[in-house]
């Protein structure tokens, strides 16, 4: 099996980070939905950890579903982008 199959697919993180650039508020059900995506977690960790996006997280209900946005106030300019997600820095989504 190669590594590209432990990671999430490129669509994923692209329109994981074009939601949160647009300032939608995202979770679990909305990525299924959107993009038939199961590794929003992941991605949310990693744009977190390893490219310091200011990502905050909301539980809501008796589920504790976790809903994620940028914090108000960020800097779209000091955004790093993943790879897949390169092309964002030339649209409308960093307006």
């Known amino acids: 099996m190669s590594q590209k199959n432990w990671y999430s697919s490129e669509t994923q993180v692209f329109w994981t980070c074009k939601a949160l650039m647009e300032r939608r508020t995202i979770s679990h059900k909305t990525e299924i939905r959107e993009v038939r995506g199961w590794r929003l977690g992941a991605i949310i960790h990693r ?3 390893e490219y310091k996006w200011p990502i905050q997280t909301d539980y809501r209900g008796p589920e504790n579903v976790a809903y994620y946005s940028l914090r108000p106030g960020f800097d779209r300019a000091a ?3 993943p790879r897949s997600a ?3 820095a030339d649209t ?4």
Do not use: D, I
């Open 79 to 81: 955004l790093r982008l």
């Open 47 to 49: 744009l977190k950890t």
């Open 86 to 88: 390169r092309a964002l």
């Open 92 to 95: 409308g989504a960093q307006e």
